[in-house]
């Protein structure tokens, strides 16, 4: 078996087989290749759901319950959600006090050459008109503000240089007790030996 591959038992009722999952080409029963297989089939689209199709969501953490919310919006009748937690779910990354969203601050983290900016750029548009703008997400919104931080000069340099944007009157220099201080209480629970941004 090709390493890119791993083999998948799907059960049934009439009997175990297997599905060879993977990357790159690989051969089938006959001696034929994957992809040689797949180009002497005519491949087709499956048909558009309907708007009472069924449609099932595996799990209610950000991703699952914002593909069923987006779902209802855009007419879609027949979705339901499974998780075997309550909402929201205790083992959602989505479920902690630390929801933070970058907007007019945000910079994307590769340079001009790198592919994902533009991703990057339109994600925290959308994200940010979403936060600012949609009634569902809009009371929880709440422009704070963001401290880039570090405890070592090499970390330093790079936050000065990758998270400060050239607008430096924005930026309120941060050391000792002014960066504990500048948390609401009991925020920073631990010690932050050198930490400044």
Same mark, same amino acid.
């Given at each position: 078996?090709?390493?890119?591959?791993?083999? #998948?038992?799907? !059960?049934?009722?009439?009997?175990?087989?297997?599905?060879?999952?993977? %990357?790159?080409?690989?051969?089938?029963?006959?001696?034929?290749?994957?992809?040689?297989?797949?180009?002497?089939?005519?491949?087709?689209?499956?048909?558009?759901?309907?708007?009472?199709?069924?449609? #099932?969501? #595996?799990?209610?953490?950000?991703?699952?319950?914002?593909?069923?919310?987006?779902?209802?919006?855009?007419? $879609?009748?027949?979705?339901? #959600?499974?998780?075997?937690?309550?909402?929201?779910?205790? =083992?959602?990354?989505?479920? +902690?006090?630390?929801? *933070?969203? @970058?907007? *007019?601050?945000?910079?994307?983290?590769?340079?001009?050459?790198?592919?994902?900016?533009?991703?990057?750029? !339109? *994600?925290?548009?959308?994200?940010?008109?979403?936060?600012?703008?949609?009634?569902?997400?809009?009371?929880?919104? !709440?422009?704070?503000?963001? *401290?880039?931080?570090?405890?070592?000069?090499?970390?330093? @340099?790079?936050?000065? @240089?990758? @998270? =400060?944007?050239? +607008?430096?009157?924005? $930026?309120?220099? %941060?050391?000792?007790?002014?960066?504990?201080?500048?948390?609401?209480?009991?925020?920073?629970?631990?010690?932050?030996?050198?930490?400044?941004?």
């Amino acid at each position: 078996m090709d390493p890119a591959t791993a083999s #998948v038992p799907l !059960h049934s009722s009439q009997a175990e087989t297997s599905l060879q999952v993977g %990357l790159g080409t690989t051969t089938m029963g006959s001696g034929q290749s994957h992809s040689e297989e797949l180009k002497s089939e005519k491949l087709s689209t499956p048909p558009p759901l309907e708007k009472d199709s069924p449609i #099932v969501v #595996v799990g209610a953490g950000t991703w699952g319950a914002s593909t069923a919310l987006y779902l209802g919006r855009r007419g $879609y009748t027949n979705v339901v #959600v499974l998780d075997p937690h309550p909402y929201p779910s205790p =083992i959602s990354a989505g479920n +902690d006090v630390n929801k *933070i969203a @970058e907007t *007019i601050s945000w910079r994307p983290s590769g340079g001009e050459e790198d592919d994902r900016v533009p991703v990057e750029t !339109h *994600i925290a548009a959308r994200t940010s008109e979403g936060w600012l703008n949609d009634p569902v997400f809009k009371p929880y919104y !709440h422009d704070t503000g963001f *401290i880039a931080a570090a405890s070592t000069p090499d970390a330093y @340099e790079f936050v000065k @240089e990758h @998270e =400060i944007t050239e +607008d430096m009157s924005e $930026y309120v220099p %941060l050391a000792g007790t002014e960066f504990r201080q500048a948390m609401p209480e009991g925020v920073l629970t631990g010690e932050f030996p050198n930490w400044k941004g």
